[in-house]
């Protein structure tokens, strides 16, 4: 692993969820499971929010359905050096990748605990607080009808670099 990590994997039956990601018996979005979990890893893990969302295609397909995302839309950035996140090499390589798709790709969702909104309807990002927005990872080799969340641990021994990529602000309407 690149990174140690604190992590808790969580089960759903995706044959629950309808075409649009709602769950079929109370109309609940997959989202809003999601978010649950969310919470769940939170109550587990009292001072730590989950960073990373780890599952593999249909899952985060399921995800885009359930936030009514545009069909050019693409959740999740796919992990180049196995079942970890590389926090340097995955976002650059997948970047490069970007510029030759014809889809976007949705690297991020807001958590769970961001309650502020702009005017928009987009979260407010606290910078004096530990809540950051979800970063969406494929993992294939995961199975259908489970996700794993977890938050990066610092006693790996590694020192950290930030990485600043260029990347282009879209809104569609």
């Known amino acids: 692993m690149i990174e140690n990590e604190i992590t808790e994997t969580y089960y759903f039956k995706p044959t629950d969820f309808n075409e649009k990601g709602r769950r079929i018996s109370d109309g609940v979005t997959f989202r809003d499971v999601v978010k649950e979990f969310e919470r769940d890893f939170h109550e ?15 899952t985060m397909d399921l995800l885009a359905k359930s936030n009514d995302a545009a069909p050019f839309l693409l959740y999740g950035m796919d992990l180049t050096q196995g079942k ?7 976002p650059f390589i997948n970047h490069e990748m970007d510029k030759h798709s014809e889809k976007t790709y949705v690297y991020g969702i807001d958590s769970a605990f961001m309650t502020e909104f702009d005017e928009y309807g987009y ?4 910078e004096d607080s530990d ?10 080799t995961m ?11 610092l006693d790996d021994g590694d020192d950290t ?3 600043t990529i260029d990347v ?6």
């Open 44 to 58: 587990r893990h009292s001072t730590e929010y989950a960073l990373n969302l780890y599952a593999n295609s249909q």
């Open 143 to 153: 199975r259908d009808g489970e996700l794993r969340l977890a938050v990066p641990t």
């Open 161 to 163: 670099e930030n990485v």
């Open 131 to 140: 809540i950051y927005p979800l970063t969406l990872l494929v993992d294939n």
């Open 84 to 90: 970890s996140f590389d926090a340097v090499q995955d």
């Open 168 to 173: 282009p602000q879209l809104e569609y309407a």
């Open 123 to 126: 979260p407010i990002l606290n």
